[in-house]
């Protein structure tokens, strides 16, 4: 019971960091480094947007955080783990493209990574758990499709370091795949819970998540 309520909390939170850092921080950010080219920052961000769906159509792109959940429930334990390698991958390209057009935005970006990846670790290792996998297993496999990110986020540095005219595009999809998770992902996971007591806490801890992402751009 304590672990499901951290989960939730943790779901609550990510969802309004996530949100916060691409609507506040990445497309304004990508906008203004693209210059004129709106239209086309808008039109990647909502390629990205339709990308991620078709993704999730293809491998578990979703990421459930309960072992209950039964799009995850019915996939096999690989499909599970090549997901969230490809998920870390997606991350570390983002890290990458954020620390090189603004620190301030790698950190904000850094931190919605964080709070959205620890109640997802949480259930893909659950999830392993009921697939059988011994917990030493379980544990090995889920930190190595997780250890993804950081060879992702150097390997990104440097190759868009040298193409940066694309870095705003690419922080337009990164922004879309942000708010596609926020949406897709953890909204509808929240609404399974119902409840005044459960609704208060969940709205609290979004405006936690969003007002710790102002607080990183005021202090900036």
């Not at 096999?76 to 090189?100: E, M």
């Not at 620190?103 to 059988?132: N, R, Y």
């Not at 990164?174 to 596609?180: G, H, K, L, Q, V």
Request: aromatic share 10%.
């Amino acid at each position: 019971m304590v672990q499901k309520a951290l989960v939730s909390i943790l779901v609550a939170y990510a969802t309004g960091t996530l949100l916060a850092a691409a609507t506040l921080g990445m497309i304004p950010t990508a906008i203004a480094r693209a210059g004129d080219g709106i239209q086309i920052v808008m039109a990647f961000f909502l390629g990205g947007i339709i990308s991620f769906f078709i993704l999730e159509k293809l491998i578990i792109w979703r990421h459930c955080h309960d072992i209950e959940c039964e799009v995850t429930h019915l996939a096999a334990a690989p499909i599970i783990l090549i997901g969230d390698a490809f998920h870390n991958l997606t991350d570390g390209i983002v890290l990458a493209a954020a620390f090189l057009i603004d620190f301030h935005i790698g950190i904000v970006v850094s931190l919605s990574v964080i709070a959205h990846e620890i109640p997802q670790e949480i259930g893909d290792f659950a999830v392993l758990l009921d697939k059988k996998y011994t917990k030493k297993k379980a544990f090995l496999y889920n930190t190595l499709s997780g250890s993804i990110t950081i060879p992702a986020a150097i390997i990104g540095y440097y190759v868009l370091d040298l193409i940066s005219e694309i870095i705003p595009y690419v922080l337009a999809i990164s922004a879309a795949s942000f708010i596609y998770i926020a949406l897709s992902d953890l909204t509808p996971e929240l609404h399974q819970k119902i409840g005044i007591k459960y609704s208060l806490r969940q709205i609290i801890f979004i405006l936690a998540g969003i007002g710790t992402m102002i607080l990183i751009f005021i202090l900036k």
